[in-house]
């Protein structure tokens, strides 16, 4: 089955530890994407990447880093977490110029 | 900047109404143009994308158009239904940078 694959789906943690989200798709899709959602704001592209070794950043990317080293995976690293990154992150993938199909979400709180 | 509305906010109707959502993008050298379905708590399930070479695109009961020179993109759902029920999300993709509207949540009353 096609599909995004996001871990972990919730997470508590605390103010200033690192983490990281995975992201990984089965479609060979070289364009990946991360998001976060929040109310009031709708969604923001973080970080994308059109291949591997090929990452920019979108229009939020400050407080948060990321890698692709294989095509199919996509973490996003958060090395020092704050409060105001609490909130819904969605990884997306897709070739490049068609439908982006993206992850279940992972609920991040930061305390 | 790029900028993407949507009107209405919400919309509620009665089962079997056709109903209209609309998008519109600031910057109109758009790529393409996507819509989506998000339940609640859910990710987004992508329902029609349009090339900006194409004037509209249809599944089902969906239909999409979308007017680059004008900057907009409506969806049109037909004979609506319960499971209709969700909040809708259009985004312009402009080559790398993807930027999304605030969504419309519908709600499809029996």
């Known amino acids: 089955e096609a599909q995004v694959t996001q871990n972990p789906r919730y997470l508590i943690t605390v103010t200033g530890k690192k983490l990281t989200v995975t992201c990984s798709q089965n479609m060979n899709h070289e364009y990946m994407s991360w998001y976060r959602q929040d109310p009031g704001l709708g969604l923001r592209q973080i970080y994308y990447?059109?291949?591997?070794?090929?990452?920019d950043k979108g229009d939020v990317p400050e407080g948060y880093k990321v890698s692709r080293k294989e095509k199919r995976n996509f973490p996003l690293i958060l090395e020092s977490p704050s409060p105001n990154q609490t909130s819904l992150y969605f990884c997306a993938s897709s070739r490049w110029g068609y439908e982006q199909y993206f992850g279940p979400g992972t609920r991040l709180t930061v305390t | 900047k790029q900028e993407v509305t949507q009107i209405p906010a919400a919309l509620s109707v009665p089962e079997g109404e056709n109903l209209v959502l609309n998008c519109s993008f600031t910057d109109s050298a758009i790529y393409n143009l996507q819509w989506f379905r998000q339940d609640p708590g859910k990710g987004l399930t992508s329902l029609l994308l349009?090339?900006?070479?194409?004037r509209e695109q249809t599944s089902g009961r969906l239909n999409a158009s979308l007017d680059k020179s004008s900057g907009r993109s409506t969806l049109y759902i037909a004979a609506s239904q319960p499971g209709d029920s969700a909040t809708y999300l259009c985004a312009a993709d402009y080559g790398q940078n993807f930027v999304f509207g605030p969504g419309t949540r519908l709600s499809v009353l029996p």
């Open positions: 990447s059109m291949n591997v070794e090929v990452t």
């Open positions: 349009i090339q900006s070479s194409q």
